[in-house]
């Protein structure tokens, strides 16, 4: 079965560089969410999208923005990078919030900021 | 706000051993309840679900119940096995009235389990 594609899986950049971090949804999933993964921490919400709007917004940077596209893809621009912003950011995708609220995670991008 | 709040890790069993990991929450409204797992290297994959307090859990010999008047979802595992050494996260989300859920999940901090043979 189809999963949650993420690209690049690994992403080296210098501070104050920017970075993009693209995700393809399951099929016909329409709605997107964004996590950071710091080391050792719990990921944190960032941002969702259904149907391409804006539908959640959690703990994500002003330097940061994200958007989706009318194929569904996503993807979360981040720029003037710090150091801190080394993180595995996951994105994930479901089919409208249901009440089970699953969520299927893609495997992450690893960004490390030098 | 929401939150969940695992036990403190991590945690080192032998092959066959008995598992729990608590997991407790506060959330201002009726959430669904789930485990994901983390294998090394990988994404976060679901575990196991439940939507409604008593509901049970369960997957791959892992269970967990929706206590309400508790406020738990503790994971169990009668024999845990070499493979499951991964990082384990509790996580809620919240329902809207009318049953859609808001889709976000909020995690707690990850247990680390590690299975010696």
């Known amino acids: 079965a189809a999963g949650v594609i993420q690209s690049p899986r690994h992403l080296i950049k210098e501070k104050r560089e920017t970075a993009t971090l693209k995700c393809y949804p399951i099929?016909?999933?329409?709605?997107v969410y964004w996590y950071q993964q710091g080391p050792g921490q719990d990921p944190q919400f960032l941002i969702s999208f259904y149907e391409k709007m804006q539908s959640d917004k959690g703990s994500i940077p002003d330097r940061f923005s994200a958007q989706q596209f009318s194929d569904y893809h996503s993807e979360l621009n981040m720029s003037s990078l710090e150091l801190g912003d080394s993180a595995l950011y996951f994105c994930?995708?479901?089919?409208?919030?249901?009440?089970?609220?699953?969520?299927?995670f893609g495997e992450g991008s690893r960004l490390t900021v030098l | 706000g929401d939150s969940v709040t695992q036990m403190e890790g991590p945690v080192t069993l032998s092959e066959e051993a008995f598992l729990t990991i608590n997991c407790t929450y506060t959330a201002t409204g009726y959430p669904s309840l789930f485990w994901y797992v983390q294998y090394p290297g990988e994404g976060l994959q679901l575990l196991l679900k439940a939507t409604k307090a008593d509901d049970k859990g369960s997957n791959k010999g892992f269970e967990a119940t929706y206590r309400k008047e508790t406020t738990s979802f503790h994971l169990e595992k009668g024999s845990v096995q070499v493979s499951d050494s991964a990082v384990y996260f509790c996580a809620l989300s919240l329902v809207k009235t009318g049953g859609t859920s808001y889709g976000k999940l909020t995690f707690g901090q990850g247990t680390i389990l590690t299975v010696h043979p």
């Open positions: 099929p016909r999933h329409d709605t």
């Open positions: 994930a995708s479901s089919l409208i919030p249901r009440v089970s609220g699953e969520l299927f």
